[in-house]
């Protein structure tokens, strides 16, 4: 039997940065229900002021490596970092596959830095449920600096641009199609470009095809995403990608597109809300299954079988359960 989170208890040690506390806050939202809402409304207004960094890109690209680097050279400015690793999850355990002890061993003992790795739990766009609420928590504890690295599924990825401020984008030469790997929605998120194991052959390929696809792409906004070589393996071209990170923020802060950005990801958690309340109301209190099992015997179409559950679950929850209905499960 589960016993509900002390939350009174448990808010303090997230505040103070202690690392049990903030582990546990973590679990608490990967859990989600009633205790993981109420912990994100208690965290309101404590969150904003973290560089919430997003380190996307195809397998085998060296992401892990490249945020361990970076991380790195955040530390070597004095400042702390949260970094959450999602990673593929079992369909039937949904535990991550790779621990983090594992993922960023250099950074495990550094009491200035705190790395979870997050289940997708079958998320699409990489990003499980939890991650934005984790970003959250993480910046309300304090730390300077939020990387979130995402596992490399394709252009489901653009999910990560609802969840950070700085998306960086990482690709290797010659790998399957050189550039062809980055799908166009990653493309259009992506604040930054990195050439990862830049000392391999191809690497100049991989720059100039990239320069095209950005040309061809037919808009010239403020920001134009540089194209940054790395070895992060050897730490080479670390202090530049930070640089580059650094600029960005400037820019996101001079020109009210940081507001902007914050003001569409709030919006896009409120959607994301709104689309699982009323998907679980019409399952345990509309009875979704029944209904389209009725309405598939019956031929009916897919519009008013959804317009009558909806109708149900607004009636539901203006007027109390109808039929007994919010009872079943």
Request: glycine content about 12%; overall charge neutral; some cysteine.
């Amino acid at each position: 039997m589960s016993t509900r989170p002390d939350l009174d208890a448990l808010l303090p040690g997230i505040l103070a940065r202690q690392p049990r506390a903030v582990a546990r806050g973590l679990s608490v939202l990967e859990a989600g229900g009633e205790p993981a809402a109420e912990l994100v409304q208690r965290l309101h207004g404590r969150s904003g002021r973290a560089r919430v960094v997003g380190i996307t890109g195809p397998p085998g690209a060296g992401k892990s490596t490249l945020v361990d680097r970076l991380a790195q050279a955040c530390r070597a400015r004095g400042e702390t970092v949260g970094a959450l690793c999602v990673d593929p999850s079992s369909p039937f355990s949904g535990g991550a596959l790779l621990g983090d002890r594992i993922r960023m061993q250099a950074l495990a003992t550094d009491p200035g830095v705190f790395i979870r790795s997050l289940a997708t739990r079958g998320a699409l766009g990489g990003l499980s449920r939890s991650t934005r609420d984790g970003v959250d928590l993480l910046d309300a504890a304090g730390f300077d600096w939020i990387l979130v690295e995402t596992v490399g599924v394709g252009q489901d990825e653009v999910d990560v641009v609802r969840t950070v401020d700085t998306v960086i984008v990482v690709t290797v030469p010659g790998l399957g199609d050189d550039i062809q790997a980055i799908k166009a929605g990653i493309l259009e998120i992506a604040d930054l470009f990195v050439i990862n194991k830049a000392d391999r052959d191809g690497a100049e390929r991989a720059v100039r095809d990239l320069e095209m696809m950005l040309a061809l792409a037919g808009e010239h906004p403020a920001w134009l995403p540089p194209i940054l070589r790395t070895v992060a393996s050897r730490g080479e071209g670390i202090a530049e990608l930070l640089a580059a990170v650094l600029r960005h923020r400037d820019y996101l802060e001079s020109s009210g597109a940081l507001r902007e950005r914050r003001l569409g990801q709030l919006r896009l958690r409120v959607e994301t809300l709104l689309k699982e309340r009323v998907l679980a109301a019409a399952r345990s209190e509309a009875g979704l299954d029944a209904t389209v099992a009725a309405g598939f015997a019956a031929g009916e179409d897919p519009y008013s079988l959804a317009n009558r559950l909806f109708a149900d679950v607004v009636r539901n929850e203006r007027n109390g359960p109808q039929d007994g209905r919010r009872e079943e499960r």
